[in-house]
């Protein structure tokens, strides 16, 4: 049984940083595509980012380009998201997700319906 913990949500003020992690575990780190989604109140989930399964591809939705790292610890089990000069519009329930389809980051890695298992996600709330 494949089980996504996400931590590391909590309250921010505006320009600060704060790093998620997710710990996998219940089926093989070495070979699943990795993304991070967000979702804010009254509005649908959307894509953050992705990382393959040997960090050789890294993919970021433009709002938060330049300020957000996806990265991943295979040794672990776990991902991360380094999360710099946060902005009120950051804040979300963020969630962690995984894929082992074969290939699937050179099918689509943006959309929720390409990933399989989900975490039950963290807040992060950044104040004005």
């Known amino acids: 049984q494949v089980q996504l913990v996400e931590s590391g949500g909590g309250l921010v003020q505006a320009g600060g940083s704060l790093r998620l992690s997710c710990a996998a575990s219940g089926r093989s780190f070495a070979s699943v595509t990795m993304g991070w989604f967000r979702q804010a109140p009254e509005k649908e989930r959307e894509f953050v980012a992705a990382i393959s399964w040997n960090s050789a591809k890294t993919d970021y939705a433009d709002s938060v380009k330049g300020r957000f790292t996806i990265s991943r610890d295979n040794a672990k089990n776990t991902i991360y998201l380094q999360m710099n000069s946060l902005q009120p519009e950051d804040t979300a329930v963020y969630f962690c997700?995984?894929?082992?389809?074969?290939?699937?980051?050179?099918?689509?890695?943006?959309?929720?319906?390409?990933?399989?298992?989900w975490g039950q996600g963290t807040q992060v709330t950044v104040s004005s």
């Open positions: 997700a995984a894929d082992w389809t074969e290939d699937r980051y050179a099918i689509r890695v943006n959309s929720p319906e390409d990933y399989e298992y």
